[in-house]
C-alpha cells in the first residue's frame, strides 16, 4: 500500500481539515515552524520519516521540512528528528496523524533492533509474524525491516503454512491415512513453487510432520530442553530441513535460544507488544 494512501485515510479518519480549534484560533496564513523532537529515555531507531512527512504536504503542499536523521538511524533523548515550517493551521492539523506513524514504527524498528542485537549474528533471523494492525500490515512489516528484521510471509498467499487447526481438520476428515494426505499435499504445493511450512507442539508430532517433508518446520511453544531434542531430531532424519522457533518469544527468552541450531525466530511481539516511541512537535514561532 502506497505511503500517500495510508497517510491520506489516517487524516481523513482525523477528519484534519475540520480542525475546529485551528481554524478559530488562527488564520488561514498565520505561519509557524517547529521541531519533531525524539523524548525517549533509551536510544531509538527511526522509522516513518516519509509518513510523517506526507501527513504535513498533504494538508499543506506549500510546507517546508527538512530531516536531520536517516531512516534507521539512532536517536537519542533530544534529538531534532524532523523540522517543518509552513501554514500553522495546516502544521496543526497533520500534527497527530505525523506523530502516530512517527511513533509507531519506531517503536517497531527499535523493538526489532533489540532483538537483533541480541542475537547478534545472522542466524537465526529475527521474523515477525501476521499477528499485525488491520490494515497496517505493509508499514508495520516495513519497520521490522528497518529495524534489522527479516519480515515473515505478508499473507496467506505467499507461502503454505501448515498449523495445528489444519493438521486437526486432517485427522478429523481422513481419518488413519490423514499424514498420506498430507504428505500428497505437500508434494503438490511444493511443486507449484510454494515453500511449507508445518507446525509443531510435540516430538510425538514433529516425528509425522518430518515424514512429508516440508521446507519449514516450526516448532512451536516448546521449552528450550525439548527444543533441542527436536532440533536433533530434526537434523538427523530431515537434515535440509529449515526450523524456526515460535509461540510468545520475548527479548529475555533469546539468550538461550540464540545458542540453537535454528535459521528463524518469529515473535508477534515486535509488532503488537512494541511500545509508542516518545516524540513531540515543539513549534518555535
Known amino acids: 500500500m502506497p505511503i500517500r494512501h495510508l497517510v491520506f485515510k489516517a487524516l481523513q479518519e482525523d477528519k484534519s481539515r475540520q480542525d475546529i480549534t485551528s481554524q478559530s484560533l488562527l488564520g488561514p496564513e498565520d505561519i509557524a515552524e517547529g521541531y519533531i523532537v525524539y523524548k525517549g529515555s533509551r536510544k531509538g531507531v527511526i522509522c516513518g520519516l516519509d509518513f510523517a512527512a506526507e501527513a504535513f504536504r498533504l494538508i499543506d503542499r506549500r510546507v517546508s521540512i527538512k530531516v536531520f536523521v536517516q531512516e534507521g538511524g539512532s536517536v537519542s533523548k533530544g534529538r531534532r528528528i524532523l523540522y517543518v515550517k509552513g501554514r500553522a493551521r495546516g502544521i496543526l492539523a497533520a500534527e497527530r496523524t505525523a506523530l502516530n506513524f512517527l511513533g509507531h514504527l519506531t517503536g517497531i524498528a527499535t523493538l526489532t533492533h533489540s532483538f ?93 510432520i518430518l515424514k512429508a517433508k516440508p521446507d519449514w518446520v516450526m516448532l512451536d511453544n516448546m521449552p528450550v530442553k525439548q527444543l533441542g531434542r527436536a532440533i536433533k531430531l530434526a537434523r538427523k532424519f530431515l537434515p535440509g530441513v529449515k526450523i524456526e522457533v515460535s509461540g510468545g518469544v520475548r527479548l529475555g527468552d533469546l539468550k538461550n535460544l540464540r545458542k540453537l541450531d535454528i535459521d528463524r525466530i518469529s515473535s508477534g511481539a515486535i509488532i503488537h507488544s512494541a511500545p509508542f516511541a516518545d516524540l513531540s512537535l515543539e513549534l518555535t514561532r
Not at 521490522?144 to 487447526?165: C, T
Not at 510454494?194 to 507446525?199: D, H, M, Y
Open 116 to 208: 537483533v542485537k541480541t542475537v547478534g549474528r545472522r542466524r537465526p533471523v529475527i521474523s515477525d509474524t501476521r499477528k499485525t494492525h488491520p490494515l497496517l500490515r505493509w508499514a508495520e512489516k516495513y519497520a521490522v525491516a528497518v529495524g534489522g528484521g527479516s519480515p515473515h510471509r505478508f499473507d496467506l498467499s505467499e507461502m503454505a503454512m501448515i498449523k495445528d487447526n489444519h493438521l486437526i481438520a486432517l485427522r478429523r476428515l481422513y481419518g488413519h491415512i490423514w499424514t498420506e494426505r498430507l504428505a500428497a499435499k505437500v508434494r503438490m504445493i511444493q511443486s507449484k513453487g510454494r515453500e511449507v511450512e508445518i507446525e509443531a507442539q510435540s516430538l510425538a508430532e514433529l516425528e509425522v
